[in-house]
T-cell receptor, first 113, second 114 residues
Framework: DADVTQTPRNRITKTGKRIMLECSQT?????MYWYRQDPGLGLRLIYY???????NKGEISDGYSVSRQAQAKFSLSLESAIPNQTALYFC????????????FGQGTRLTVV | AQTVTQSQPEMSVQEAETVTLSCTYD???????LFWYKQPPSRQMILVIR??????QNATENRFSVNFQKAAKSFSLKISDSQLGDTAMYFC???????????FGTGTRLTIIP
């Protein structure tokens, strides 16, 4: 089983709809992140959380919100999806040292039509 | 703020040859980590190699090695004896010590030609 699991793997939604992407992890890490990948832009940080009571905006948080339901669960919501939110979304985790880098889920391909 | 630059959008090389992917970064931090991630067509992000900035010795993992030049803020990845399975997108990433957020470059798409 994957250490970091994202659901759904793929999703097509309509403009204006609310959608939630979910992430759960079994690595026991406190730190969790949501990244967005676009062609030619690499991965950009949307939100991150260092523990259950800590939520922080990343560089591209507009139009997104998150919820840290438990140490192991971190969900990303698009309140009113728009076409330019079409992208590949990754959840990641890391321990407090971060020297081992982050561990990624398998990504959610989101298409907004 | 940190920036990571990968100036080679695409590269290709014959199987069994050696290839070097370039990465430069800009930071005012003195302690940090650098990483190379591989993203094959399966889209999974896989950590290839990491380097601690306070270590002068270049990291090596089997066929993968880095050339870390701290003064030049350069962190290139060398893949020796390239294999078809090395075909992937490669991302360079930076993380300041004590702040685990990763800043990524835009990636290099590497194709290994049989």
């Amino acid at each position: 089983d994957a250490d970091v699991t994202q659901t759904p793997r793929n999703r097509i939604t309509k403009t204006g709809k609310r959608i939630m992407l979910e992430c759960s992890q079994t690595k026991g890490h406190d730190r969790m992140y949501w990244y967005r990948q676009d062609p030619g832009l690499g991965l950009r940080l949307i939100y991150y959380s260092f523990d259950v009571k800590d939520i922080n905006k990343g560089e591209i948080s507009d139009g997104y919100s998150v919820s840290r339901q438990a140490q192991a669960k971190f969900s990303l919501s698009l309140e009113s999806a728009i076409p330019n939110q079409t992208a590949l979304y990754f959840c990641a985790t890391s321990d407090f040292l971060a020297s081992r880098g982050a561990f990624f889920g398998q990504g959610t391909r989101l298409t907004v039509v | 703020a940190q920036t990571v630059t990968q100036s080679q959008p695409e590269m290709s090389v014959q199987e069994a040859e050696t290839v070097t992917l370039s990465c430069t970064y800009d930071t005012s931090e003195s302690n940090y980590y650098l990483f190379w991630y591989k993203q094959p067509p399966s889209r999974q992000m896989i950590l290839v190699i990491r380097q601690e900035a306070y270590k002068q010795q270049n990291a090596t993992e089997n066929r993968f090695s880095v050339n870390f030049q701290k003064a030049a803020k350069s962190f290139s990845l060398k893949i020796s004896d390239s294999q078809l399975g090395d075909t992937a997108m490669y991302f360079c990433a930076f993380s300041p010590f004590g702040n685990e957020k990763l800043t990524f470059g835009t990636g290099t798409r590497l194709t290994i030609i049989p």
